[in-house]
């Protein structure tokens, strides 16, 4: 059973940074065979997708975030990384970390998913 554990929320005054991590485990040795994805959840809002990476390191982004956020993963450490730069409001949400065993592209649907670590962008 794939298990994932965000970390790196936290509280952050707008125009800031903040990295988020994503640690999996239950892939076994094939975590680079997995596409990892970000999404996140406003209050009142919709969960939507922030950015993915597929296996062979593909990314795509929201619009929203392209140019602020860069999504990477680290295969010798099972993790998944979001970094994100000039942060504001409106970044404001719960983000949660997705995985599914994906060769090829992105997924559209994840099949695994964490328990969120929440963001709060001050402005």
């Known amino acids: 059973q794939v298990q994932l554990v965000e970390s790196g929320g936290g509280l952050v005054q707008a125009g800031g940074s903040l990295r988020l991590a994503c640690l999996a485990s239950g892939t076994g040795s094939i975590f680079n065979l997995y596409a990892m994805a970000w999404y996140r959840q406003a209050p009142g809002k919709q969960r939507e997708l922030v950015a993915a990476?597929?296996?062979?390191?593909?990314?795509q982004y929201a619009d929203s975030v392209k140019g602020r956020f860069t999504i990477s993963r680290d295969s010798g450490k099972n993790t998944v990384y979001l970094q994100m730069n000039s942060l504001n409001h409106e970044d404001t949400a719960v983000y949660y970390c997705a995985a599914d065993r994906c060769s090829i592209g992105i997924p559209s649907v994840f099949r695994y998913w964490g328990q969120g670590t929440q963001v709060n962008v001050s402005s």
């Open positions: 990476i597929a296996s062979d390191g593909r990314t």
